[in-house]
């Protein structure tokens, strides 16, 4: 089949969408097709340049009467641009705002159709697209998109809901390189002569993550077993996470490790002993997924679609109970028997369903029955 043009829209911090999209654009490249990456920043996986891949950024002047610098015609323009000099055959984009939005708004400004897919990810629809001022924007810029995908059923079935669209949503489902995200030599706890349980979480630790919860629930860990608490990520609740250590008397136990390259959050989790989220929402929760593929039991809230992640896997507690969120983490970090098994599964559900090779077609032949139907 001919190589394909594809534009990737995203927002390049270290959060789930962007390394979804960048991940998209690293492979579709490697597979032959010509990607061009759009972004206001080099996001955090494309650090080193990959072949196939070419980045643009997008500049926002900051004119002073600009109090809040329109970063969506500054995009709009730069797809534009990117259509018009690279032949691009469709944009994918990651995020509904303002990403699709401003395809719209390129489209409309362009001499050639431009063709989008929306891919939506959790909190452009759950908090932020449910907010007055972002809501109708949102919902027509799904309703104009030429596909719409979710990461999960649960995100698909909410957009349905909060929107009340009519636009059809394939569910494709976040992907992990279970090559590079593999189970470590060392054994977990059971084979440390010190049998400290190595706990993490990872997340841009903004408010939805509810990193304080983590540290409470392993504070009582903590008080049953030797265990030490890594922090993957940054983001602004850091600091409280760390004050919430303090006060509880753990500090010297929970390690604020600050951004992972991939390469480093791997090498983090593949001997760790267990993953803790406390999420207030979570559409997918793609860390727990790169988790889980180097063999990592999950205890999280039962929250958005981590239910679909997990399957039949993990530990699913209800939101904001710290006390089962401990329970849980220690029925699997006292039991070295249940935790073999728990984290075989794990590994096992992230190959069978979640393999990267098995969910990319799924975007290609998307973006081809795109092109088909509106060639
Ligand atoms: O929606 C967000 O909070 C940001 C977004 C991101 O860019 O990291 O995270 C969402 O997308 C990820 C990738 O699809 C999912 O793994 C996360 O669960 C989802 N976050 C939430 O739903 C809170």
Redesign the pocket.
Known sequence: MDPLRIGIVC?P?V??????ATEIAIQLARAGHEVHLLSYDRPARLKHSVPGVHYHGVQVSAYPLFRYPPYDLALATRMLEVQEEAGVDLFHV??AIPHAISAFLADAMGNRPLRWIT?L????I???GADRAYTRPTRFAIERSHAVTA?SSF?AEETRRTFGCAAEIDVIP?FVDTERFQPGQEGRFWARPSRERRIVHAS?L?P??RAADVVRAFAQIAARVPARLTLLGDGPDREHALAVAADLGVLDRVEAAGVREETELARAFADADLFLSA?????????M?EAMSCGVPCVSTDV???SEVFGDTGRLVPFGDVDAMAAAALELLEDADLHRVQSEAVRERAVSEFAQGKVLGRYEALYRRVLEATD
């Open positions: 927002y911090t959060g789930g969408s962007g390394v979804v990651h995020y891919t990810h959790g909190t452009d759950t908090v932020v990461v995100l976040n841009n903004r939805v993550k999420s207030e929402t979570e559409s997918f929760g793609l860390s997924l958005g679609g981590v």
